[in-house]
């Protein structure tokens, strides 16, 4: 998939997706029942496209991905997590604003 666009994974191609990911990774656990997930979604489609190439947007379905959302303790959704090389670097809950989410992002890429 070309830069810029959201991807999506689940357990199956999580470690391709995420882990063994050049760049750094916005993690979007979400479920399709989820209000507040649906309501970030345009901004995270929108940040996709502002950091293509410096970030990679990855939405992950809970419901499908049991596995994975257990491995990273994901009790409340959404939950948004950066990480690195397999490594958390850090954890937002809850829909926050497109403003907020940035600044989020901007404090591991620069």
Same mark, same amino acid.
């Given at each position: 998939?070309?830069?810029? %666009? *959201?991807?999506? #994974?689940?357990?199956?191609?999580? =470690?391709?997706?995420?882990? #063994?990911?050049? $760049? /750094?990774?916005?993690?979007?656990?979400? &479920?399709?029942?989820?209000?507040?997930?649906? =309501?970030? &979604? /345009?901004?995270?489609?929108?940040? =996709? +496209?502002? !950091? =293509?190439?410096?970030?990679? %947007?990855?939405?992950?379905?809970?419901?499908?991905?049991? &596995?994975? &959302?257990? +491995? !990273?303790?994901? $009790?409340?959704?959404?939950? *948004?997590?950066?990480?690195?090389?397999? +490594?958390?670097?850090?954890? $937002?809950?809850? #829909? *926050? /604003?497109?403003? +907020?989410?940035?600044?989020?992002?901007?404090?591991?890429?620069?």
């Amino acid at each position: 998939m070309e830069n810029g %666009v *959201l991807k999506h #994974a689940d357990d199956t191609n999580f =470690a391709t997706e995420v882990i #063994a990911s050049p $760049r /750094p990774v916005l993690v979007d656990f979400w &479920a399709t029942w989820c209000g507040p997930c649906r =309501a970030i &979604a /345009p901004a995270l489609e929108e940040l =996709a +496209q502002d !950091y =293509a190439g410096k970030l990679d %947007v990855v939405k992950v379905n809970v419901d499908d991905s049991r &596995a994975t &959302a257990t +491995q !990273y303790g994901i $009790r409340s959704i959404p939950t *948004l997590l950066i990480m690195r090389g397999g +490594q958390v670097l850090g954890t $937002r809950i809850g #829909a *926050l /604003p497109k403003s +907020q989410l940035k600044q989020f992002i901007d404090e591991f890429v620069k």
